[in-house]
């Protein structure tokens, strides 16, 4: 079945420092991928979209300057978060759908735990 | 707005228990529906889905049926196993290549 890879599953940073983290799908092209933030109550919130060849949708309240996310081609998005600071610190997964006009089912990452000390 | 409702938890299970999980939702248009899990430290799982009413899902002894009339897709398994000790996700989906719009996680913890 589809396989979509994110890399690093676990990162430690310094506050201030930026961070990167990729979102790879292993067997299909995604032109479009999503970005996750779950808090420690499981609720998962969508953070934005990330469009192959163009900008990426930020949701409502999330400060497009500070995720920076880059779909530098038809299998690989990049979310980066600049300037980490503690409140940043949360598990990040990433999603990419299957080609439309079936089950509209999306395929996720393993997570990528941010922790900013 | 689209949106999915299902219950908080946690659940807590002896192991060979019966489990049900309610999940409702609300929706435009016809959506697809699905159960996500999603183990400790892990990323989320398609456990099952089903694309219009009446449709029935299963694997790995869950099961969950579309239920238009009453707008629900509650996930069911009639014998739990320690290792189904996870979090569970009730998700729609309305358009093709959108973002699935998923419920807040049910958290289920079987002992033995």
């Known amino acids: 079945g589809a396989v979509v890879s994110q890399h690093p599953s676990r990162v430690i940073c310094k506050s201030g420092t930026s961070v990167k983290i990729e979102c790879r799908s292993l067997d299909f092209q995604a032109t479009t991928m999503f970005w996750y933030r779950q808090f420690p109550k499981k609720s998962l919130m969508l953070m934005a979209t990330s469009n192959e060849g163009s900008k990426a949708t930020y949701e409502q309240g999330v400060e497009k300057d500070k995720f920076l996310i880059n779909h530098a081609s038809l299998t690989l998005s990049t979310l980066t978060v600049t300037s980490a600071h503690p409140e940043d610190s949360s598990f990040y997964i990433c999603s990419a759908p299957l080609a439309a006009g079936g089950p509209t089912e999306a395929f996720f990452g393993q997570g990528t735990r941010l922790t900013v000390v | 707005g689209n949106s999915v409702t299902q219950m908080e938890g946690p659940v807590t299970l002896s192991e060979e228990a019966f489990l049900t999980i309610n999940c409702t939702y609300t929706a435009t248009g016809y959506p697809s529906l699905f159960w996500y899990v999603q183990y400790p430290g892990e990323g989320l799982q398609l456990l099952l889905k089903?694309?219009?009413?009446?449709d029935k899902g299963s694997n790995k002894g869950f099961e969950a049926t579309y239920r238009k009339e009453t707008t629900s897709f509650h996930l069911e398994k009639g014998s739990v196993q320690v290792s189904d000790s996870a979090v569970y996700f009730c998700a729609l989906s309305i358009q093709a290549g959108t973002a699935l719009i998923f419920g807040k996680g049910t958290t289920l913890s079987v002992s033995s």
């Open positions: 089903a694309t219009k009413a009446d």
